[in-house]
């Protein structure tokens, strides 16, 4: 069976650092886009991060640049996202998804999981004091 499995998650002071993981099963990374997006309460998802498992391509969204950082272990078969400098406003469930056909920048510009092929149950990161 198909898996998406995110961990890391968790409360975080302002400023402080998370690294986020998923881990998938029954397929393998290097043939998918694969991406972290966020919803907080009463607002819209939003791309965080998108990969190219492939070519390392990578897209952020302008809300995170320069303070995270996607990357993949293929071997590992898992993505991460690495949060510094975190924010109050970076709270939110934290979702990553994988497809095959979307580009970078698209996948994380549509931001909607059901569009994608597989995509994980969440993992919440509180920014708080």
């Known amino acids: 069976q198909v898996q998406l499995v995110e961990s890391g998650g968790g409360f975080v002071q302002p400023g402080g650092s998370l690294r986020l993981s998923c881990a998938a099963s029954?397929?393998?990374?290097?043939?998918?886009?694969m991406g972290w997006f966020r919803r907080a309460p009463g607002q819209e998802p939003e791309g965080v991060s998108c990969?190219?498992?492939?070519?390392?391509?990578?897209y952020y969204a302008d809300s995170v640049k320069g303070r995270f950082t996607i990357f993949t272990d293929n071997a590992k078969n898992t993505v991460y996202l690495q949060m510094n400098s975190l924010k109050p406003e970076d709270t939110a469930v934290y979702y990553c998804?994988?497809?095959?056909?979307?580009?970078?920048?698209?996948?994380?510009?549509?931001?909607?999981?059901?569009?994608?092929?597989?995509w994980g149950q969440g993992t919440l990161v509180n920014v708080t004091e």
């Open positions: 998804a994988a497809d095959g056909l979307f580009t970078v920048q698209a996948m994380c510009i549509v931001a909607r999981l059901s569009q994608f092929e597989y």
């Open positions: 029954e397929f393998t990374l290097d043939y998918y886009v």
């Open positions: 990969i190219s498992s492939s070519d390392g391509s990578t």
